[in-house]
């Protein structure tokens, strides 16, 4: 294991999806040390499980392919990857951060040439797809994973498999007697981007997610359209394999809601919006998408998009809160029933597959941050002066999309700057 | 009067106001938010005489439409299952609403005449403030002939045998249509809805005056 250098002159960033990625790079290119922390075995976050943006409904490979070439070019920043602060002492200027390493088993030899793959027969539950298919217990993160690293999934280890995978490696790459590492990191200040997490659509029991194989949520939906996904980018539904054709999104499912989250998640009308492009993109002839909604909250300039889904004639907007689920157990369709606001008719319409634009839930909630910083009732971390050099970003602050994400962890990477300059002031 | 003076004088109303004052729980209804899981969750799936679900009925009174939703049977039909009330998003009891409805129609005297709910309501808060306590015989006696003699007779015959069974059982005293069994302390019981009466009054009195 490489030695990280840290002094209170260096910024910590905690989380390495867009808002950690955005926080590190612009603290590092203002000439600051950088130690990034992330959880997963690579960096991109959630942002990297997108299919595409909106509203421009370009890809997020692009846009993390800038990010990860700035990162290769800085030698400010230091990445470390399957690694979770759970701690941090002493206040602002000079922070230690307890950093927990869990072992890849995989170093950095590694060509991600692939013969580890090829030879280890295990499966394990496929993350990066939200579990909706299997990958080989040896797996490369995603296709575009930074570090472009292999990892041996816990669960091999001390079998044969591994011996095989190790066995099959031309470059020594597999070291199998990695062990859990701590260490402390110094930092001056923190920059907390630990993003957010899908609201757990099996608490909403009416729709009956868990229960009912055609009831998905937004983001697993977004996997569907991937041509990197499970289905090769086809939309076809889990229960049967068939083709998705007749599409609901049911939005604000869990958010807007004192049972479940009381926030607006911002990003759930847009996500629906966009997604009804996937579905007429895949079926130009008869592809239908009926959402579902309260209000649609395409905020500020995004009304244009809105308008443009609203004139597509395969998009139908239904003005009502679907009250419960049920399932035509002949045809595998969930029927969505409930009442409409635009002239009180009782409607129980059968769809091939029900999409839940789930609420986002920030990661930090319930987890207790490893020091003491303020959170709103929803759990999102506030800007507070009691924090002092911890600073939020992204989605750990506020229901966020992409754009507004980015936009954050700017504002908090100035913050960190700020501190760090004062501690170098003050020692110079 | 200007265009605008115009239009705040037609969407100008106070019942929303007099809802909040008087009806139970009616200070709720502005929270709503016009979802629709309340109307999509109820049981009663629209039987005939539910015109308006709970969100319509919200949106009337936000409206102004005092007559359409107080003479309305809907409120009426509530069976109290809590469905709406479990799944709102915002909280709203709306079972307490709906029957805060109903009660203050029916206290206006304006609500439908032969509600079914509302006679068998009014049989057997009558039943029981008498004596305390609820006598069957004349409560079931009065709900037979609710609609007339003849009906009340053919009501009567159809549930004979259950009588005749329930006699036999003991579980019911032919005695009880002559006054029938009291509670100990008739006029505490009085007293005590006398007093409550008052309170309610002076509530009511006191958020009008809010």
């Known amino acids: 294991m490489t030695a990280i250098v840290a002094t209170n002159e260096t910024i910590l960033v905690v989380g390495g999806g867009i808002s950690g990625m955005t926080a590190a790079l612009e603290a590092a290119e203002t000439g600051k040390q950088v130690v990034l922390v992330e959880k997963t075995a690579a960096l991109g976050g959630r942002t990297s499980q997108l299919y595409r943006y909106f509203p421009k409904m370009c890809h997020p490979t692009c846009g993390l392919e800038i990010n990860l070439r700035r990162l290769k070019a800085n030698p400010r920043i230091k990445v470390l990857t399957l690694a979770e602060v759970t701690g941090i002492t002493g206040g602002s200027g000079d922070y230690t951060a307890t950093v927990r390493i869990t072992p890849r088993y995989v170093n950095e030899n590694c060509t991600a040439c692939g013969e580890c793959a090829k030879v280890v027969s295990t499966q394990v539950d496929d993350q990066f797809n939200y579990k909706l298919g299997k990958t080989k217990a040896a797996y490369l993160p995603n296709a575009m994973a930074y570090p472009q690293r292999y990892v041996l999934d816990a669960s091999i280890i001390g079998t044969a498999e591994a011996e095989k995978a190790k066995a099959a490696c031309k470059y020594g790459a597999i070291d199998l007697d990695q062990k859990e590492e701590t260490m402390q990191i110094k930092a001056g200040a923190v920059v907390w981007a630990t993003g957010w997490q899908p609201y757990d659509a099996a608490k909403i029991q009416p729709y009956g997610y868990g229960r009912f194989k055609n009831v998905i949520t937004s983001v697993e939906f977004e996997r569907l359209a991937d041509p990197h996904g499970p289905t090769r980018g086809k939309l076809l539904r889990p229960s049967d394999g068939k083709e998705a054709k007749n599409v609901a999104f049911i939005q604000c499912a869990g958010s807007r809601d004192e049972n479940h989250l009381r926030h607006c998640s911002r990003f759930c009308c847009m996500a629906s919006l966009k997604q009804t492009h996937y579905v007429h993109e895949n079926f130009p002839e008869d592809g239908k998408s009926t959402i579902y909604y309260i209000d649609i909250r395409a905020i500020d300039r995004f009304e244009d998009f809105y308008q443009k889904v609203k004139a597509d004639s395969s998009v139908t907007f239904t003005k009502s809160k679907v009250a419960r689920i049920s399932l035509n157990e002949a045809t595998g369709n969930p029927i969505c029933h409930g009442v409409d606001t635009e002239g009180y008719h009782r409607y129980a319409n059968e769809h091939d597959l029900v999409v839940l634009a789930v609420g986002m839930e920030p990661s930090v909630k319930g987890m207790s941050i490893p020091a003491s910083v303020a959170a709103d009732s929803s759990g999102f971390i506030e800007a507070d002066p009691l924090n002092g050099g911890i600073f939020g970003a992204g989605c750990a602050t506020n229901a966020l999309d992409v754009n507004r994400s980015v936009q954050s962890a700017t504002a908090a990477a100035l913050r960190a700057v700020q501190v760090v300059n004062k501690v170098a002031r003050a020692e110079a | ?210």
Not at chain 2, 57 to 66: P, S, T, W
Not at chain 2, 137 to 143: A, H, I, N, P
């Open chain 2, 1 to 210: 009067m200007s265009a605008n003076a115009q239009m705040a004088t037609k969407y100008k109303n106070n019942f929303l106001k007099e809802v909040e004052e008087q009806v139970e729980m009616g200070e709720w209804v502005k929270m709503c938010m016009q979802c629709g899981v309340c109307s999509g969750s109820c049981p009663t799936n629209f039987h005939p005489g539910w015109e308006h679900p709970p969100q319509e009925i919200f949106m009337m009174i936000r409206a102004g439409k005092r007559e359409e939703v107080l003479t309305s049977p809907s409120m009426w039909m509530c069976t109290s299952c809590y469905n709406c009330i479990v799944r709102c998003p915002r909280k709203l009891p709306i079972t307490h609403i709906m029957h805060g409805l109903a009660n203050y129609a029916h206290r206006l005297g304006v609500a439908p005449k032969m509600q079914p709910t509302r006679s068998f309501a009014k049989l057997f808060w009558n039943n029981c403030v008498k004596t305390g306590r609820v006598n069957e015989l004349k409560l079931s006696v009065g709900l037979y002939f609710k609609d007339g003699l003849s009906q009340g007779i053919r009501n009567g015959m159809a549930m004979k045998d259950v009588a005749l069974g329930l006699l036999k059982a003991k579980r019911l005293n032919p005695f009880e249509l002559f006054g029938g069994h009291k509670c100990k302390d008739q006029n505490g019981i009085h007293a005590m809805l006398k007093k409550a009466r008052e309170l309610e009054e002076k509530r009511k009195a006191l958020k009008a005056a809010a």
